[in-house]
């Protein structure tokens, strides 16, 4: 496990590494370029060979859906889903709102 840091090469004596996401060191949405360069047991160092790694909000959102408990006959209330969340990292953009009919509860 490594935590990489922008341009400081993390050196290791195996072939494979683990990026390590943290709160504190973490990788926003979006495209992100990594190197590798090798060296022989002579100290001969490779050309870099380089790969963007994708990292990609896959986490579903969360609905919250708030609403009075009972409300008069023939008045107007209100729907709210402001505490709905995406804890994937991105941000809610867009409610839909369906009236499913008479609950069978």
Request: net charge negative; charged share 25%; glycine share 10%.
């Amino acid at each position: 496990m490594a935590e990489f840091i922008i341009n400081e090469p993390v050196k290791t004596e195996a072939p494979n590494v683990e990026v390590t996401i943290t709160e504190a060191n973490t990788l926003p949405p979006g495209r992100h370029r990594f190197r590798l360069v090798v060296v022989d047991d002579a100290g001969n160092e490779s050309q870099p060979d380089e790969v963007d790694v994708i990292v990609a909000d896959q986490d579903a959102p969360t609905a919250v859906l708030d609403a009075p408990g009972s409300v008069p006959t023939g008045r107007s209330f209100g729907l709210d889903g402001k505490r709905s969340f995406d804890a994937g990292g991105g941000q809610v953009v867009t409610w839909l709102w369906t009236y499913l009919g008479p609950s069978q509860r």
